[in-house]
């Protein structure tokens, strides 16, 4: 596998992106290093259980959510989705590999502030060995409806 179907559909819809390949990781920040890349631009996703559903916050692979942060910009209790959940969420990724454009599978999204200045954006395809690249405005365009908040800190 390559690009999940369900995120590729999404992308080919309305941005450009450059697929990198590179040799199977199983966390994003040995991604960001495995592809050379800051981990301040690579995007990675935190799938959280909600009022009976789900969402999703998105945020450098090289800082930490604080989830009493995002709690209170919330406005209601969030918590962290079990890995069984998110798999049922994302059917069509392997586990582990959450691509941060929840919008396409149904989710609310919140993003970190930080990542937003960044000239390029990389983010997980789907799989442990391809990486998706694209210019910052274009990942601000696919998310522009999502929520905007301060919730992580640099590692």
């Known amino acids: 596998m390559t690009v999940a179907p369900t995120l590729q559909k999404y992308l080919d819809q309305s941005v450009t992106y450059d697929l990198i390949p590179h040799a199977p990781t199983m966390s994003s920040t040995r991604?960001?290093?495995a592809c050379h890349v800051p981990g301040e631009a690579l995007?990675?996703?935190?799938?959280?259980?909600?009022?009976g559903g789900y969402m999703m916050a998105v945020l450098p692979a090289s800082h930490h959510l604080h989830l009493s942060a995002l709690k209170s910009q919330l406005?209601?209790?969030v918590d962290l989705a079990s890995e069984d959940e998110i798999e049922r969420l994302f059917e069509d990724c392997e586990r582990g590999a959450i691509?941060?454009?929840?919008e396409c599978y149904g989710?609310?999204?919140i993003v970190d502030d930080s990542i937003d200045a960044r000239r390029h954006i990389y983010m997980e395809s789907g799989d442990h060995a391809t990486l998706i690249r694209m210019e910052g405005e274009q990942f601000a365009r696919l998310t522009a409806k999502a929520w905007r908040g301060h919730f992580s800190t640099h590692d």
């Open 107 to 109: 989710l609310d999204v």
């Open 43 to 51: 995007a990675k996703a935190v799938v959280l259980r909600r009022d």
């Open 99 to 102: 691509p941060p454009l929840g």
């Open 75 to 77: 406005g209601h209790k």
């Open 31 to 33: 991604t960001a290093e």
